[in-house]
């Protein structure tokens, strides 16, 4: 259903996103404005920093840009890399979780990675008990990590690690 595309597709007015109160409600970002001239060189100095995979989600029915999704701190001698993914207000249910899926199979068939991680927002179990559906698994919480509407929050650290995302992956068949 989806597409993930590395391209300038990451541009094109997609800084409202990140001035969205509710794209952003659960995010660091959405605390300064963000210009189109401000996105478009966030995106370029992703794009050619080698150590970040900045990625469009796509829809495949109507080539809509739904998302972004990407890789950060990619660290090849490790062998592990951070993932995050912001969704436009507009989404397709199951996208986040499907492109999610799709840069972690990346990770672990492409990069040869052995782990990815990432931090979620502490009100945002639903997601992180999807996440667990290809192979993410609890590593810890930190509390009063960010501030939001006069009201501190936690974020919980999950992971995936090769081995477990395979045998997911192979008890599914695929």
């Excluded at 477990?164 to 695929?174: A, N």
Aim: glycine share 8%; hydrophobic share 40%.
């Amino acid at each position: 259903r989806l597409s993930l595309v590395g391209s300038e597709m990451c541009i094109r007015d997609r800084h409202h996103w990140f001035n969205d109160i509710e794209v952003t409600k659960y995010l660091v970002h959405g605390v300064y404005p963000i210009s189109r001239e401000q996105q478009a060189d966030f995106v370029k100095q992703n794009l050619a920093n080698p150590s970040t995979m900045l990625l469009a989600i796509v829809s495949k029915a109507n080539d809509k840009h739904i998302g972004v999704i990407s890789l950060k701190n990619i660290d090849l001698v490790n062998r592990n890399a951070e993932i995050a993914i912001v969704m436009g207000s507009t989404s397709i249910p199951g996208a986040a979780l499907e492109a999610m899926g799709l840069l972690i199979d990346h990770s672990f068939c492409r990069l040869n990675l052995r782990k990815v991680y990432a931090g979620q927002n502490e009100d945002l179990w639903k997601w992180i008990n999807q996440l667990e559906l290809i192979g993410f698994q609890l590593e810890g919480y930190r509390a009063e990590m960010g501030s939001r509407n006069g009201k501190s929050y936690g974020i919980v650290f999950t992971s995936v690690v090769a081995e477990r995302y395979f045998h997911l992956k192979s008890k599914r068949g695929g």
